[in-house]
Structure formats: C-alpha cells, structure tokens
C-alpha cells in the first residue's frame, strides 16, 4: 500500500530532497504504482509521476530539488489510474499547500461535491486531493497548518496517515493519523516521519509512536505532539534496534532470498522469548477456547496454530480469516483467547477484528514489527525476532510465527519433548539452504508449469497452502494447496498428464496415507515433486523429483522445515521466469485498506 515519508532538518543549507528520496525508497516493498515529492524554500517544489522508483528519477532527477524540509509518497492506487496527476504529494488549488496520504477518504466523493458547490475545482481523480482543498479552506478561514488539519480530520471518514507543509506557514510538517501506520523519528540531524521503520533506521534510533486522532507538528527545534482534545502531551520514546544494514540486500540478488537464508537465525532469535510467552501464559489463567485470526500467510501459521493446541494442549481452536471475522466470530467469550497473526502488525483487517475481540475476550499480538498498532492494541503481545522482512512474500516472518507459535502450544501443553526438538530447527533449516542446488535444478525442469497442486495431510497441509500461496505471489503460476485427503472429492478431475503435482510428506502417522494421495495422482499422469524424508526409499521409487529431508525431522516439527525448500522453489521457478520476487504485481507488503 502507499507509503509516506517526511523530514525537516535543522540545517537551514542542506536540501532534504537527497535523504526524501532515500527514505522513500526504503518503502518501494510496500508495492507502489507512482512517486513524488514535494520541498519547500519560498515556494512549494513538486516532482512526481507514475512509473517505478528508477524510472521516474531518471526521468525528474528527483534528489535534485531545493528546500530543507519536505515530505514524499510511493502510491498505491487505490482511487484513479496511476498518473502523474493522481500522484502524491496532491495539492490545493493555489499550490500553497502539499500533501501525502496513506489510506483510503471514504465519504471523499460527499466532500469533493461540498467543496466544488463552494467552488472549488478539483485536477485528479484521487480521494487524497479532497484532504489539501479542506486544509485550504480551514487556512482561509483564519486557521493555522495545525488546526486546519485538525478541523480536516473531524470531515474525513476511513483511514489514513497524513503529513501536510504549507508556504502559508512555512518550516513546519503537521502529521497526524487513523487506522493506517505513522511512526515519528527524532534523529540528530532532523525529525522524520514514515510509514515504517526502514524507511528512516539510517537517519533515526528513537522513535514515537503516534494514536489515532494526536497531530504532531515536526520543526526544526523538536517534534510536538497534541492528542485529539489539542493538549500538549508528552509521548514515551522508544529505540528501534533493528540497524540499516539489516534492511539491505547484502550482497544477495533480492530481499526474498537473503531473507530465506535468514530463517534459522530468525527462528533462533524468536526461541528467546520463551520466558515471555510463560509470563503471558501464567497470566491469561483461564482458557477454555483459543480463536486465531489472520490474513494470507500468517493464517497458513494459524491454521498449524490449531494442530498444535487442540492435539497438545486439547483446547478447542477456530482460525478465522480477518475478513470474514465480522460475519463468523459470533460465539467469543470471556474466556475466549483471540490470537492474532501478523508480520506487519497494521493489517486493516485484522485491526478491524481486535477491536471487536478486545470488548469480549482475551487478545494476543503474534507480531514482527514493534510498535506497530496491533502490539498497541491487543491486550499481549509476542515479538517475533525476524528482524525486518523487505520482501513482499513473507518468508523469515512466517517460520518466526510457527516458532512462536510452537511455544505458546508446547508452554500450554508443558511439552518439553517438543521445546527441546525445537532448539534442532534451526540446524535442520541450515541443511536444507546448504542444498539449494537441487532445487534450483529441480525448478528448470517445470517453468513451463501453467498449474501446479500441492498436497499435504495433518500438520503439513498448512506447509502445502503455504507452499502454493507462495507460488502464485510471486511467479504467477496458478498454484493450489489442498489437504492431500480432500482432493478425490472434486479437483482430481483436474489433474492431467504432466501436470506437476507437489506432495509434502515427512516421517509420521499421515505418511502411508499421503503415499495412496500420491498414487492416486500418479495413475492419472500428475508428474511428482516430493518433499520428504532422506530415508524415504519408497517416496523416491515413486516420483519424478525428490528434495531429501533430514529424517530426523519428526513430523510435528515438519512444518518449520518443509516450508523451506518449497520457499526457494518459487523464488527460483520465478527467477527463471524473468520476474521480479521481491515485488509481485498488485500486491503490498502492508494491506492498510480491508
Ligand atoms: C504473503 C503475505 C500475505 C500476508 C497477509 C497478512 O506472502 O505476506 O499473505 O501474510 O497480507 O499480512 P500480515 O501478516 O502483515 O498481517
């Protein structure tokens, strides 16, 4: 989605476009269609237009604009084609005013009809331009930057993360937000604000962590807040202790495969938090239902979440997609513990549910990105220690979760077996990178592939779902996860000859019955991949393609390792296609909109 970024340096001589610039492309991974940026030194400067990051500079030269202090945007369309008029900064009508937004206006059309009764005249097909027009007008009416936003924010209806500059009242970024993100950076040079992190790790340590409703005014002697009653409040700082280089490639050819390389220290990292989930889980005291909610990939890690407790701890589970939240969870209780899944911790949709979880029931975060507004709002929360995930396929973030996951099931369940298998995960995620080979030779022989299944039963038909989502994201391969049982009851009828068909099978009670799975796919002409264990003989009479797994692997633990090979499968079937992994078409890093 739209990413947002502004700074205002303390410096009068230096011109703030170079560090606009390379703080805006710091959220190229958000998945964007456009960019601007607008600066101001006497007048306000714009430059923006559709088209990637590089382009679009080559084009307008974009560190090259005077002024020292500025905001910039990387669109996400959501309202209007990408083009140079619909993109960010938009501006009122006399171009004394300049802004950029992250979310959707959702009575825009309402205010546009208002503001052109009084005569305004509109140039884009944006929702955003309604917001400088009301800036505008409130200015007009005596008001200052701050308070014209303020008397702004009370009109608009939907989300956003907002920062305006004015030539009216120059040297100043007014900011303020709702149910989108916005993180402020105190740095020594200058104060910054961003939709996330990486944007500004470079220029700032300490950060602030603006609510709903606050506004924030940025100048050159500090950052000031207000909250919603305009009192000046003081906001706690905390440090982020991600560093920037964690946010480079480092060397590898795209985020996704330096962060697939990433995942046994990742899962390490996360193993750390076992005495917090005990804290958490000496405190939740009685549980009697646990309900997940998720999107996308961290519903894949939920749906292992329901496995684990039901058949460790015997707690009766529901995963829910956060979408579907309002329609399905009819039934939360007291003691009901809703556990939401999320890397980014901003997903709209599941914002939307803790909200409504938060009046009834328990809620736990399980959340990679500090700060965000899911570790704000939910009544717990669980780190995870992935570090920061530029890509836009989850990878690192998504075993992060298991393992989080594995430990809040092995706490409630006092399985220790199962917390000393654990510390083996990471060794066994090392063994499978150390044989990328066989895999990239292995995803040669199928870039022809218009369709591929995988199959999976018990603990790994999630490690199937997950395996095809990954797939489709990002090599547009159509790709489907079934649970290895289901498929004789409809899709059979699609597998034909030559058709690529991946089992997921580790060592274990649904070993033999995945085995008849595959049979049964085999006599119909499906070509095999399978993902199973170094000692499997049988598996390996039986298909065209093997990747061997460490035996040792048990098939509760599966999960955290399968994925892995079937990770580099799709990165490598979509390098072989020419595209680019790391920012899959139409899709975004951050889903800010429901
Ligand atoms: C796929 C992917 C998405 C996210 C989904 C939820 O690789 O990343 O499916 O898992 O958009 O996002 P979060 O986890 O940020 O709530």
Redesign the pocket.
Same mark, same amino acid.
């Given at each position: 989605m739209c990413g947002i970024v502004g700074c205002i340096l303390k410096d009068n001589d230096e011109d703030v476009a170079p560090i606009l610039f390379d703080c805006i492309s710091k959220l190229e991974y958000r998945g964007y269609d456009s960019i601007g940026l607008a600066t101001y030194d006497g007048n306000i400067h714009v430059k923006k237009d559709k088209g990637k990051i590089d382009e679009v500079n080559q084009k307008l030269d974009l560190p090259n604009m005077p002024g020292d202090f500025g905001i910039a945007h990387v669109r996400w369309a959501t309202h209007g084609d990408p083009s140079k008029l619909n993109s960010h900064p938009q501006l009122d009508e006399e171009n004394t005013i300049a802004v950029v937004h992250n979310g959707i206006i959702e009575n825009n059309t309402k205010i546009k009809a208002d503001l052109i009764a009084e005569g305004h005249t509109f140039k884009s097909d944006t929702d955003t331009e309604v917001i400088p027009h009301l800036i505008q007008k409130f200015m007009d009416e005596g008001f200052d930057l701050e308070h014209a936003v303020r008397k702004t924010i009370e009109i608009l209806e939907g989300a956003y993360a907002i920062a305006a500059i004015s030539s009216r009242e120059p040297d100043k970024i007014v900011a303020t937000r709702k149910d989108s993100p916005l993180i402020i950076g105190l740095g020594e040079d200058g104060y910054y604000l961003a939709s996330d992190s990486p944007a500004i790790l470079k220029y700032a340590k300490d950060i602030i962590y603006p609510e709903k409703g606050e506004i924030i005014i940025l100048d050159k002697s500090g950052v000031v807040v207000h909250d919603e009653f305009d009192n000046p409040i003081n906001k706690e700082v905390d440090t982020i202790n991600w560093t920037p280089e964690m946010a480079e490639k480092e060397g590898y050819d795209h985020f996704m495969i330096k962060e697939i390389n990433e995942q046994a220290t990742a899962v390490r990292n996360t193993l750390t938090q076992r005495d917090n989930i005990q804290k958490i889980i000496d405190d939740l005291d009685d549980v009697s239902r646990v309900c997940f909610v998720?999107?996308?990939?961290?519903?894949h890690a939920s749906l292992t979440g329901k496995y684990l407790l039901e058949s460790l701890a015997g707690i009766p589970t529901d995963v829910i997609l956060a979408s579907e939240f309002k329609y399905s969870a009819k039934t939360l209780k007291e003691d009901t513990l809703v556990i939401f899944?999320?890397?980014?911790?901003?997903?709209a949709d599941?914002l939307k549910a803790l909200d409504v979880a938060n009046q009834t029931s328990k809620t736990l975060g399980i959340v990679n990105v500090a700060g965000s507004s899911i570790t704000r709002r939910a009544q717990y929360v669980i780190q995870t220690q992935a570090g920061p995930e530029i890509g836009?396929?989850?990878t690192k973030?998504?075993v992060s979760q298991l393992t989080a996951i594995y430990m809040f099931s092995a706490l409630m369940a006092e399985n220790e077996e199962l917390l000393d298998e654990l510390d083996k995960v990471p060794d066994f995620i090392d063994e499978v990178l150390m044989d990328v080979e066989s895999i990239k030779s292995m995803s040669k022989r199928y870039n022809y592939a218009k369709d591929f299944f995988y199959l999976g039963r018990g603990y790994v038909y999630p490690t199937a779902l997950e395996g095809a989502? /990954?797939l489709k994201?990002i090599s547009y391969i159509h790709g489907e996860g079934y649970a290895a049982g289901e498929l004789k009851h409809g899709p059979l009828a699609l597998i034909d000859e030559g058709i690529p068909v991946v089992i997921v099978i580790p060592p274990g009670e649904s070993h033999k019955k995945t085995m008849s799975n595959l049979e049964e796919v085999k006599s119909r002409g499906a070509h095999i991949l399978a993902f199973g264990a170094d000692n499997d003989y049988e598996l390996k009479n039986k298909s065209e393609d093997v990747f061997c797994i460490n035996s040792e692997v048990s098939e509760i633990i599966s999960p955290l390792v399968y994925i892995v090979p079937l990770q580099l499968l799709s990165y490598y079937v979509t390098i072989g296609k020419g595209f680019d992994p790391d920012k899959p078409r139409n899709?975004a /890093?951050?889903?800010t909109v429901e």
């Open positions: 998720a999107c996308g990939t961290s519903y899944i999320s890397q980014s911790g901003e997903t599941s836009v396929a989850a973030t998504y989502l /990954k994201e899709l /890093k951050c889903v």
